[in-house]
């Protein structure tokens, strides 16, 4: 048990880097939640187009994270090293890339976002209106449009300035934008102080301009501060990106890129598989998701934090240290979460009766919130595995370990369940929730073996 727990200032150190970033994803989850209320107070189909329409663009949102994450895992190497010129080619890297993903969005996006909408609408349930729905997620989504460009720019400034150890900035961007986009939320969809009543447009509008606030918080701070931002000096005088070093970001980045857009996009196919129960269950999923997501954001943050710790670590060639941090901040992402599904399996059943949705969403999303909670910390288990993977490079093992898993067993178990058996929605999702304890048992034979343990930024 030594080397699993370790001593106050390793746990200083550790929630130094994970609670700045618990604190933003956590508010920026918060409010997302009053969103979401917010838009199913308003009633059942709006809130079920809204949730389509955000489960699709997650996918957008995880390419990009995926894109700018393959050179984010040099540049907290480089940074390691003090190698501020290699930051900066990692930070010209991964504007180029979501440049290329933003443009590929806004292509299948406009001409195939109906046909993905319609593949949510199915009946088998009493609650929900297919034709409501359907036009409630086309009008949220060709507001949301707009919000793709600034998106990506945060996330490569956002990503570049944690690498570089500055993780206070982006929560204080992210805590501005949230409470903007709270406030205008309450204006917009309810037609409070005079302003129209927009419904979801409205909650779509609060958005957008929100993250445009937040964009410009980073931008302006992070130029203003070029002594301490030394990536952003000269940055856009040209985007010459060494060609080696490019080479090695993308061979060693791609799986990182292919492996987020096929998770995500996995996670859109098992809300489909689910959804074929009926939009009581899209309802009832994303009021469960929506908690969720609250409190996943602790074991999240830690597994950043593992990428970034380590990832130093191993940059400054601190091999030992680097396994040993590995196997501390693991275990205590895990135990974490064991009293967060406590909490949460007591206390979240509550939660669906916040929103104005039939008897049947209520009662389906308690008991969904209460599997939720249970399976966290095969959660929390997984996502501290796969950082400790990316932190030294081993990006092609994270794909194999994180989508191919999905794609292979999760979608394969959920499609044959969902459309070859009548076994009940909750039975369904309890199942593919379990399979993968069979990934956890993969992820620590990987991770035990050190495998992992490189440095790829000396690498020849």
């Known amino acids: 048990m030594k080397k699993l727990i370790g001593n106050k200032a390793f746990y200083l150190m550790v929630l130094g880097v994970a609670v700045p970033i618990m604190i933003q994803n956590g508010i920026t989850n918060f409010v997302g939640m009053l969103d ?22 997650f996918v957008f949102n995880l390419c990009i994270f995926g894109g700018v994450s393959g050179a984010g895992v040099f540049g907290a190497q480089f940074f390691g090293q003090k190698n501020h010129e290699g930051v900066r080619d990692t930070f010209r890297y991964k504007m180029v890339i979501s440049g290329v993903i933003v443009a590929v969005a806004y292509v299948v996006f406009i001409i195939f976002g109906e046909d993905l909408i319609s593949l949510y609408l199915h009946d088998g349930s009493k609650s929900g209106d297919l034709e409501a729905t359907a036009r409630y997620a086309k009008s949220y989504l060709t507001i949301m449009l707009i919000e793709l460009i600034p998106f990506a720019v945060i996330q490569v400034y956002a990503g570049t300035l944690r690498e570089t150890g500055e993780t206070v900035l982006p929560m204080k961007a992210g805590l501005a934008a949230v409470a903007v986009n709270l406030v205008l939320n309450y204006i917009l969809i309810f037609g ?3 302003a129209p009543k927009f419904g979801v447009e409205g909650a779509a509008i609060a958005t957008v ?10 931008l302006i701070w992070t130029h203003r501060h070029k002594e301490k931002n030394v990536f952003v000096v000269g940055a856009y005088k040209n985007f010459r990106i ?12 791609m799986p990182l890129l292919v492996n987020e857009g096929l998770w995500s996009a996995g996670q859109a196919m098992l809300l489909q598989c689910y959804s074929v129960r009926g939009l009581a269950v899209v309802a009832g999923l994303n009021i469960s998701n929506t908690i969720a997501n609250l409190f996943n954001i602790v074991f999240l943050a830690l597994g950043s934090s593992i990428s970034i710790v380590v990832g ?10 680097a396994k040993n941090t590995a196997y501390k901040m693991t275990f205590f992402a895990v135990a974490c979460c064991l009293v967060l599904a406590i909490i949460m399996s007591l206390g979240g059943r509550f939660f669906p009766y916040l929103y104005n949705v039939e008897p049947e969403v209520h009662k389906l999303a ?3 919130i209460v599997i939720a909670a249970l399976t ?8 501290a595995t796969y950082f400790t993977l990316r932190s030294g490079g081993k990006t092609f093992i994270t794909f194999l370990f994180d ?8 979608i394969p178990l959920a499609y044959g369940l969902a459309h070859y058996t009548e076994i009940p929605i909750l039975y369904l999702f309890l199942a593919v929730q379990l399979i993968d304890l069979v990934k956890c048992a993969i992820g620590f034979l990987m991770v035990k073996s050190g495998i992992w343990i490189q440095n790829i930024v000396d690498e020849k």
């Not at 060494?242 to 980045?253: C, D, F, M, R, S």
């Not at 130093?312 to 091999?319: D, E, N, S, T």
Request: proline share 3%.
């Open 36 to 57: 979401n209320i917010m838009v199913g107070r308003v009633g059942t189909d709006q809130m079920s187009g809204v949730a389509i329409v955000n489960q699709l663009l």
């Open 192 to 194: 409070k102080f005079g």
């Open 209 to 218: 301009v929100s993250r445009f606030v937040e964009l410009g918080i980073v």
């Open 242 to 253: 060494p060609k080696n070093l490019a080479l090695k970001i993308t061979v060693k980045g």
């Open 312 to 321: 130093q670590m191993l940059g400054a060639g601190k091999r030992q240290e």
């Open 366 to 368: 308690s008991m969904l």
């Open 376 to 383: 966290m910390p095969i959660h929390a288990y997984m996502n």
């Open 403 to 410: 989508s191919v898993y999905m794609w292979v067993v999760s």
